[in-house]
């Protein structure tokens, strides 16, 4: 699966925030549809978001900040997590995420410079008694060794 | 005739190859001329057996595991025949470590189909909401507080209590909101049942609106969990059509209806204050208490707010079960507590069990040791926020206050098992990074705190004046524990400190740390 994202588009990015401005507490759901529709979500977006909604933009910007799973620009066009929590590190987690930043040459946190792969780190996906364990483009894999790792990121390379 | 065959939809079941057994499942069923019908369930929780699938026969269901999809044809041809082969496991509920547990509130988790209210109502669903449409709020809320049902998100709250107080604060809205942020690692609970058995949330949100007069629920689950927000999601619209939900729920005058709402990997939103600011749409910045959510809590309106296995153990409660949960546990931890053990153990999965089972049983008797095969170093219970009790505690039951006694908490029940490689002052940098990266910000000894508990292990580490900076660490936490304004900080001293109590070789030098893990 790879991930497919719309360019930005400054109407579809209204109709998206229109849609949902009458739910209470509205915020993280726009924030969410728009990353999900666009991949992350563009700085235009947050005076948009701020406007309908009657925050102002540093509000929505404190918001868009605080979480981690908002991005301000596109990742790579495959996203690799790594569960980095205790459960995986007690299962060996920490030499596998050592190895897929070898085999990907970029730190955990980055995308490797021909933007195919994304690799982040996650904090418990509740596979823990399969650990250690990672998510590639929202499918989850567990039990992961050497092998496994390897495996994962060849197809995210691809 | 049709062959009926279960396989786990469970996120841990599809991680290890379910989706891929159920592909081959299918082809080889075809090929063979064979009629099969394939159910998706829930996983039992006997993890290290996943994919553990399962075919109805006269006798019970049969389980095999672990299965991967080039076992597939085989098993399949087992189940045909009925004959021997090297994954069958035998009848599953006779399995001796699933007969070992008390399920009450896992009963049907890895039994029935979660996309199934007709499979729920068939297996005992909605028995506690049509008896709490009988009774009063008062009624209600006697069968809870006669359960002795503590919040089991961690902090151990009495229900009954929480409940009433919500009752009886008035207001033109109320709220019900379900804790899903089950962000603890070592921690699945929560999203087994959800994605396992979602109507026994919804029903047991449902009966929590009937009995305080609650009109809307949110779910707030981490983001980390699709399957889960697609299981929830799939039942409340199932329950919805079928008049569970909505206007004059199951046709009395109560109107209720949930919405599930997805964090954005904050790990604080799983504090209930932080929580209810994330649904708000905000930063998930800490509330000081009081005043309390029940009294003003989402939206500034009472609010019950309960963790997943909170309100999962409500319908078996009012469905007559009061006493019979009540009667288990020890002391004042009443009934059965959902114990998740994960990390390096041989036997990792979900095990229900009434309260005072002791750590011991559970790690070296039940968890069968480590999957590596070393001998048992520590263990940390009750997530990034819990102790780390090495071997010489393994007496200690399991209950709020023995482990409060020692220093240390149950939390959301999860034990994460480690081996001797572990390096103990390495989990405790890791507490304090943990908790410097997930701080909310809002309270100094959180977050400069942690911080500075990060450079001074490192310290340590590097066997720079070490008794000193120990000193300075034990100070730190001190002030962390007794000055910071939620569990985040508050907690994140038990780790820590645990690990230089119980494991101090570990702190010093690297050639100490060597020598000690050899």
């Known amino acids: 699966m790879t991930l497919t994202s719309e360019p930005w588009d400054a109407t579809r990015g209204a109709e998206i925030i229109a849609e949902r401005q009458h739910l209470e507490g509205a915020t993280l759901v726009i924030l969410h549809a728009l990353q999900g529709a666009f991949g992350y979500v563009p700085e235009p977006a947050i005076p948009m978001i701020a406007s309908i909604l009657n925050l102002s933009r540093a509000e929505v910007h404190g918001v868009f900040t605080f979480y981690h799973d908002f991005r301000r620009e596109p990742a790579g066009r495959h996203i690799l997590k790594l569960c980095r929590a205790e459960a995986c590190q007690a299962a060996g987690g920490d030499a596998l995420a050592a190895r897929a930043e ?3 040459g970029i ?10 792969v994304t690799l982040e780190p996650i904090y418990c996906l509740g596979l823990c008694a399969t650990a250690p364990s990672a998510m590639l483009d929202g499918r989850v894999v567990g039990r992961l060794n050497e092998a496994r790792i390897d495996a994962l990121i060849a197809e995210a390379q691809r | 005739m049709t062959m009926r065959i279960f396989v786990p939809r469970d996120a841990g079941a599809v991680a290890v190859g379910a989706d891929e057994v159920t592909l081959e499942l299918g082809l080889a069923a075809g090929w063979r001329g064979v009629d099969i019908e394939i159910i998706r369930t829930g ?17 019970g269901r049969m389980a095999f595991g672990p299965v991967t999809e080039f076992d597939a044809a085989s098993v399949l041809d087992a189940m045909i025949s009925g004959g021997a082969h090297p994954l069958r496991l035998g009848v599953a509920d006779e399995l001796p470590w699933l007969k070992r547990q008390t399920r ?7 039994v029935v189909d979660p996309r199934s209210l007709a499979d729920y109502r068939a297996h005992g669903g909605y028995k506690g909401l049509e008896r709490a449409l009988t009774l009063d709020s008062d009624g209600i809320l006697a069968d809870v507080t006669a359960s002795g049902l503590r919040g089991r998100g961690g902090a151990g709250f009495p229900t009954g209590i929480k409940w009433k107080t919500v009752a009886q604060t008035s207001a033109e809205r109320k709220y019900i909101v379900c804790n899903a942020d089950e962000g603890d690692s070592g921690t699945f609970a929560d999203r087994m049942i959800m994605e396992g058995d979602p109507f026994m949330v919804v029903e047991g949100m449902t009966i929590a609106a009937v009995a ?29 059509r079928a008049g569970y939900l909505g206007a004059g729920i199951s046709g009395s005058n109560h109107d209720f209806d949930l919405e599930v709402r997805v964090g954005a990997g904050a790990y604080v939103c799983g504090e209930e204050t932080s929580l209810l600011e994330s649904l708000e749409g905000r930063r998930g910045i800490v509330r000081a208490k009081p005043p309390l959510p029940a009294h003003q809590g989402l939206f500034g309106k009472p609010t019950v707010i309960n963790n997943v296995l909170s309100f999962a153990a409500i319908p078996f409660i009012l469905a007559g079960g009061a006493k019979a949960y009540a009667e288990f546990g020890i002391g004042r931890s009443r009934g059965t507590m959902p114990i998740q053990l994960a990390g390096n153990v041989r036997h990792g999965g979900l095990f ?9 049983e559970l790690i070296d008797d039940i968890g069968g040791g480590t999957f590596t095969g070393r001998p048992v170093r520590a263990v940390q219970v009750g997530g990034p926020l819990g102790a780390y009790f090495p071997r010489e505690l393994f007496d200690t039951p399991f209950d709020y206050e023995a482990f409060a006694a020692r220093d240390g908490l149950i939390g959301h029940g999860g034990i994460v098992v480690f081996d001797d490689s572990v390096d103990m002052s390495r989990q405790a940098r890791f507490a304090m990074e943990f908790c410097a990266v997930e701080s909310c910000g809002k309270c100094t000894p959180c977050r400069i705190g942690s911080t500075r508990g990060v450079e001074t292990i490192d310290k340590i580490r590097a066997g720079e004046r070490v008794p000193e900076n120990i000193a300075v660490v034990e100070d730190l936490c001190n002030t962390m524990k007794f000055g910071s304004l939620c569990a985040l900080g508050g907690f994140t001293p038990y780790p820590v400190m645990s690990a230089l109590k119980h494991f101090r070789e570990d702190f010093g030098p690297p050639p100490n740390r060597l020598q000690a893990a050899e």
């Open chain 2, 43 to 59: 996983s039992r929780g006997l993890y290290w057996l996943e994919p553990m699938i399962e075919v109805a026969t006269p006798g």
């Open chain 2, 104 to 110: 009450l509130t896992f009963a049907r988790c890895g």
């Open chain 1, 107 to 116: 730190a955990i946190g980055n995308t490797t410079a021909d933007e195919r």
């Open chain 2, 212 to 240: 305080v007069g609650a009109s809307k629920g949110y779910i707030y689950i981490r983001s980390e969990y699709p399957h889960a927000v697609e299981a929830m999601n799939a039942a409340i619209s199932a329950a919805r």
């Open chain 2, 352 to 360: 229900e069990i009434a309260f005072g089972v002791t750590l011991g």
């Open chain 1, 102 to 104: 070898t085999k990907l």
